[in-house]
């Protein structure tokens, strides 16, 4: 099938590559022209482990193009999906201009019927919106324009293997047309039928994905209820730890024991920092607006991003408690992405909290593995080091904020060795307390004894 994806960031490269890696063909555009031509030229534009080879595969074979002209994108696709930003706006608000835009592209340029598809994160009802936007600004060529939803649940650091190998696939749909052109896309993904770029020689076996096709109000709902549900698992489990620190217990066993619970599960309990990212904080606010919006109260969310933005307080507390003063003081960070195995530094705890620390006059020197060039946008005045044993080097505080492998596996001895004081603090949860001391560090982290 012939399809087109506006939008080249995490999510529009990742559908785009991996639709083409199992068949289609593809051709992506971004309204940024750096990323086009980067894409152009054999670079990525983002860091996703295993990406690169399905992307230089898919365009050795023809299957996969760029292109910065929004004519040719809107040619090329019978089915377009949309995948650009949805970025907050001050009041929370999920901020859909980029939708609209593209709309209003489609409308004009199009010369055929198209399927156009809401890859992108948006509020339930914005379908409808996106519908009538198509047919006001396509209403002098007569072209008619079908919409579906199509939420994405992939997770930077896994995109390719989620893309590929989901749990479920959601389509919201508005015709039986549109999900049988839905289900010609995905079938490959269905049935298996792909040389996969992950497993090799074989894919495990397992469930095949499930396949939801719901209205499209309903599909939009369950993007932004199931981050909800996530973004409050991870408070929940904030709190506890808050708690087992209180009551000497150990948060680490607390959750286990929960995740072990088939009712609960275990994801999403790690104690820490709280979460970032481009999806579970904008996607929180902009459901608590929709609920306010429909006459909801929906408290519970709110309590869970009070309690989010709390955790960067609660770890300074315990920074300012071991240092006494901050001002000063040499203190080195390792981890600067959201989350381990992505470059992504949006909404990121850590910038957060580097953020406050230099505020207060101390010293900071960062690494992360691959966030750094990032980081560097939004954190010009700190200093970055060559790797995690130049960023340890004569400080006095270690502040683990991103739980990256590679930060567990350290030679401990060569740290402690170098540090003007051995202090570690772990925002993360990543290093055993007991091992840690052990090794001579003084060492702190969330909801664990002493
Ligand atoms: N990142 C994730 O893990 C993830 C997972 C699931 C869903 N989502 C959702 O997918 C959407 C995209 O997220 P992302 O992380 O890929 O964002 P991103 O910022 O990495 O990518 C969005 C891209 O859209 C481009 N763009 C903006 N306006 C455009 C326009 N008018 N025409 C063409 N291109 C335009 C931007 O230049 C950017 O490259 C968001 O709604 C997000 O909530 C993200």
């Excluded at 499209?216 to 808050?242: G, Q, R, T």
Aim: aromatic letters at 8%.
């Amino acid at each position: 099938m012939r399809v087109s994806i506006v939008g080249t960031g995490y999510v529009g490269l990742v559908t785009g590559a991996c639709l083409a890696e199992v068949g289609h063909h593809v051709v992506c555009t971004d309204s940024d022209e750096s990323k086009i031509q980067t894409l152009e030229s054999g670079g990525l534009p983002i860091y996703e482990p295993g990406l690169d080879g399905v992307v230089a595969r898919a365009r050795k074979e023809g299957r996969l193009k760029f292109s910065r002209n929004p004519k040719e994108i809107v040619e090329a696709g019978d089915a377009i999906f949309i995948c650009v930003g949805t970025p907050p706006l001050p009041n929370g608000d999920a901020d859909l201009s980029a939708i609209d835009h593209v709309a209003r592209t489609i409308a004009t340029e199009a010369r055929s019927p198209k399927l156009v598809i809401e890859k992108s994160t948006v509020p339930a009802q914005t379908g409808q919106e996106l519908k009538r936007a198509l047919t006001v600004y396509g209403r002098k060529s007569g072209i008619s324009f079908s919409v579906a939803s199509n939420p994405e649940f992939l997770r930077e650091g896994t995109a390719v293997s989620d893309f590929l190998h989901p749990d479920r696939i959601v389509v919201g749909v508005e015709n039986e047309a549109s999900e049988r052109q839905m289900k010609e896309i995905y079938a490959p993904v269905l049935e298996r039928k792909f040389h996969c770029p992950v497993h090799a020689p074989a894919c495990p076996e397992g469930p095949a994905p499930t396949w939801l096709v719901t209205t499209i109000s309903s599909a939009e709902l369950i993007k932004h209820a199931s981050n909800s549900f996530l973004a409050m698992k991870i408070s929940y489990a904030n709190m506890v730890a808050d708690l087992a620190e209180r009551l000497g217990a150990d948060i680490g066993e607390v959750v286990r024991a929960m995740g072990l619970d088939p009712r609960i599960g275990p994801a999403f309990l790690n104690a820490g920092l709280g979460f970032g990212g481009f999806c579970l904080p904008k996607d929180l606010q902009a459901f608590v607006h929709l609920a306010e919006r429909s006459g909801v109260d929906f408290s519970m969310l709110k309590e869970a991003e009070k309690i989010n933005h709390k955790r960067i307080g609660r770890f300074y507390e315990k920074i300012k408690n071991s240092l006494w003063v901050v001002k000063g003081k040499q203190i080195a960070v390792l981890g600067l992405a959201f989350k381990p195995n992505t470059d992504d530094v949006r909404f990121a705890p850590s910038i957060d909290l580097i953020e406050q620390l230099a505020s207060e006059g101390a010293h900071i020197r960062a690494y992360d593995p691959e966030a750094m060039d990032r980081a560097r946008a939004v954190l010009p005045n700190i200093d970055y080091a060559k790797s995690a044993y130049d960023a340890v080097k004569d400080a006095e505080a270690l502040v683990i904020a991103t739980e990256w492998d590679e930060f567990r596996k350290l030679d401990w001895d060569r740290v402690r060795n170098s540090m003007a004081r051995p202090l570690i603090l772990d925002a993360r949860n990543l290093l055993s307390p007991r091992a840690m001391k052990a090794f001579g560090f003084e060492y702190q982290s969330f909801g664990r004894p002493d």
